[in-house]
T-cell receptor, first 114, second 113 residues
Framework: EAAVTQSPRNKVAVTGGKVTLSCNQTNNHNNMYWYRQDTGHGLRLIHY???????EKGDIPDGYKASRPSQENFSLILELATPSQTSVYFCASGDWLANTGQLYFGEGSKLTVL | GDSVTQTEGQVALSEEDFLTIHCNYSASGYPALFWYVQYPGEGPQFLFRASRDKEKGSSRGFEATYNKETTSFHLQKASVQESDSAVYYC????????????FGTGTKLQVVP
């Protein structure tokens, strides 16, 4: 069973602080993704990666950085957190060349920036 | 850029009702189309996909047919159950390059017994 694990599951941060959201996948998928979920906006892509060492900007990358140090791990970094970044963040992995190309999502990380 | 539009933000039905959730897309190429379902407290889960015109995807009693002419991929189920209550997302992805998938705004389905 494909598995994507996110940490922390809940985080409260202060404005201007640094936040790192971590994601680990045991699927051996090449591609990994970070989305944020907000009411009225659905899921919006922040950053994605094709493999270790690669990161690409998604549709809403401003204020976020990403890091892919290995096949298994993909982090989302907020260097200077702002209240507008309060959201639920989802990590996903996928391999287009395998089966359906579906994405496997983690359970989400709820971030509150005060 | 490519986008997906889901017109219904919320749908309320009774058990055994027929369900339709509308999904229309705009894309410069020929995308693959997906449906995902999200239950409370969980991440989205893949339902099914279709990657060419007139192809039908289906799973768990849900189905949708890729219509290139009307740029649509509407989700349907003949008889909904209370356990189908969830948020449903339509998404599109490039069918060749394996880049990211873009999601619609989601439709919250509530089924009452």
């Amino acid at each position: 069973e494909a598995a994507v694990t996110q940490s922390p599951r809940n985080k409260v941060a202060v404005t201007g602080g640094k936040v790192t959201l971590s994601c680990n996948q045991t699927n051996n998928h090449n591609n990994m993704y970070w989305y944020r979920q907000d009411t009225g906006h659905g899921l919006r892509l922040i950053h994605y990666s094709y493999g270790a060492g690669s990161t690409e900007k998604g549709d809403i990358p401003d204020g976020y950085k990403a890091s892919r140090p290995s096949q298994e791990n993909f982090s989302l970094i907020l260097e200077l957190a702002t209240p507008s970044q309060t959201s639920v963040y989802f990590c996903a992995s996928g391999d287009w060349l395998a089966n359906t190309g579906q994405l496997y999502f983690g359970e989400g990380s709820k971030l509150t920036v005060l | 850029g490519d986008s997906v539009t889901q017109t219904e933000g919320q749908v309320a039905l009774s058990e055994e009702d027929f369900l339709t959730i509308h999904c229309n897309y705009s894309a410069s190429g020929y995308p693959a189309l997906f449906w995902y379902v999200q239950y409370p407290g969980e991440g989205p889960q893949f339902l099914f996909r279709a990657s060419r015109d007139k192809e039908k995807g289906s799973s768990r009693g849900f189905e949708a047919t890729y219509n290139k002419e009307t740029t649509s991929f509407h989700l349907q189920k003949a008889s909904v159950q209370e356990s189908d209550s969830a948020v449903y997302y339509c998404a599109l992805g490039d069918r060749n390059s394996g880049t990211y998938q873009r999601f619609g705004t989601g439709t919250k389905l509530q089924v009452v017994p």
